[in-house]
Structure formats: structure tokens, C-alpha cells
């Protein structure tokens, strides 16, 4: 079956403009996570959404970042004013639900580049 | 503050050893824990995962968990060249996975 997707693969950008990252998760898939990983560096944990509950958002940097789920399917993520630290691959990755214990499938992520 | 740790490596091993990957956790109550590997340019892939004290075998991998001494590892055996990746230890918790850096495997043929 699909896997999850995202898009763009590629995003290359300017400094100080807005951007917007696409996810489409496994479908039946109720929870729906949002990692960064910056160059040489492990997965930090940005959002998550788990059904219609209210995501958490511990994880989010800075309040430049925000990510939204419609229909408890596709999920964007939103950079706006784009920062050259925030250069990293962004991936979405998808759970059937979250009780501490699922697996989390990776989608391929979108590599940004703001220069 | 919730910690993973793990040496980055790189382990370098000769083709058909057994590699050993080590993790740390700092929260005694962590509940699950898994194993991504992830080759460079990639996105990260399950190897495994592992809830109770003890061993799992899958195949040529084995993950280990002490939660009483808080760490986990994963044995490879019989390594291949096909192996040489780097390999993501992550603690679960509601709502979202705490990784370690990773540690570069090399095998060698």
C-alpha cells in the first residue's frame, strides 16, 4: 500500500519568506508527527496530531512555525519568515493511533534550503 | 528534560561480525523503545521495537532492553556491507518519539 508522502522533496527559498510543507499520511492513520533533522543531527520532534484532539506543539521553535491537519488527513507545515537555521530535511511520519507504542512510518521529507 | 544518548560512532566491523549499538534513556518510566535505520539521503526505517525486559529476535537483529540499568541495544549478526547505515535509537512517549544522534555502522567487505 501508499506510503506516506510529502512535498516538496525540495524546497530552496530566501531568507525571510514564507513556506509551506505538504504530508499525506498513511491512509486509516489517526496520528500524524512532524520531526526536523538538521545536517549531522538526530530527529527533533516538532508537532503531533492524534485524531481531533488538540496537537501538541511542544516542539514547535519558535512561533514562526505552525502546522495545521484538515480532515484528520493531510497536514502542512508552515515556516513563515524563514530563517537560515532553519535549513534541515522535515519529515512527517504517520502512526495508526498513539498509545506510546505504535510505529511511526517516516515519509521521504522535504529537504529546505534557505539561503 | 527527556535524554537519548548514543556514540556516534563510526563502529567499523569486518563482514560477518557481529556489530553491538548501545542507547542510553534518562526517563526510568519510558515505556517503548525502537530501532530506526536510516542510510544517508533516506528517510528513517523501522528495524524494530522492543517493550519488555529481555531479548527479541528478528532475523539477524536483536534488541536488548535493561530497564533497570536504562538502556537498550541492538545486535546485528552476520554483518553485510548492506548494513552500513546509521542506526537511530528512539524512546516513546504520548505523542511522539525522543531520538538519539545515531551511530554510523560500517561494515567492511
Known amino acids: 500500500g501508499a506510503g506516506v508522502s510529502q512535498s516538496p522533496s525540495n524546497k530552496v527559498t530566501e531568507k525571510g519568506k514564507d513556506v509551506e510543507l505538504r504530508c499525506d499520511p498513511i491512509?486509516?492513520?489517526?496520528?500524524l508527527y512532524w520531526y526536523r533533522q538538521s545536517l549531522g543531527q538526530g530527529l527533533e520532534f516538532l508537532i503531533y496530531?492524534?485524531?481531533?484532539?488538540?496537537?501538541?506543539k511542544s516542539g514547535l521553535p519558535s512561533d514562526r512555525f505552525s502546522a495545521e491537519r484538515t480532515g484528520g488527513s493531510v497536514s502542512t507545515l508552515t515556516i513563515q519568515r524563514t530563517q537560515q537555521e532553519d535549513s534541515a530535511v522535515y519529515l512527517c511520519?504517520?502512526?495508526?493511533?498513539?498509545?506510546?507504542?505504535?510505529?511511526?512510518?517516516f515519509g521521504p521529507g522535504t529537504r529546505l534550503t534557505v539561503l | 528534560q527527556k535524554e537519548v544518548e548514543q556514540n556516534s560512532g563510526p563502529l567499523s566491523v569486518p563482514e560477518g561480525a557481529i556489530a553491538s549499538l548501545n542507547c542510553t534513556y534518562s526517563?526510568?518510566?519510558?515505556?517503548?523503545f525502537f530501532w530506526y535505520r536510516q542510510y544517508s539521503g533516506k528517510s528513517p526505517e523501522l528495524i524494530m521495537f522492543?517493550?519488555?525486559?529481555g531479548d527479541k529476535e528478528d532475523g539477524r537483529f536483536t534488541a536488548q532492553l535493561n530497564k533497570a540499568s536504562q538502556y537498550v541495544s541492538l545486535l546485528i549478526r552476520d554483518s553485510q556491507p548492506s548494513d552500513s547505515a546509521t542506526y537511530l535509537c528512539?524512546?516513546?512517549?504520548?505523542?511522539?518519539?525522543?531520538f538519539g544522534q545515531g551511530t554510523t555502522l560500517q561494515v567492511k567487505p
Open positions: 511520519a504517520s502512526s495508526l493511533q498513539w498509545t506510546g507504542t505504535d510505529t511511526q512510518y
Open positions: 491512509s486509516g492513520h489517526t496520528a
Open positions: 496530531f492524534q485524531g481531533n484532539s488538540a496537537p501538541d
Open positions: 526517563d526510568r518510566g519510558s515505556q517503548s
Open positions: 522492543i517493550y519488555s525486559n
Open positions: 528512539a524512546v516513546g512517549y504520548t505523542g511522539k518519539l525522543i
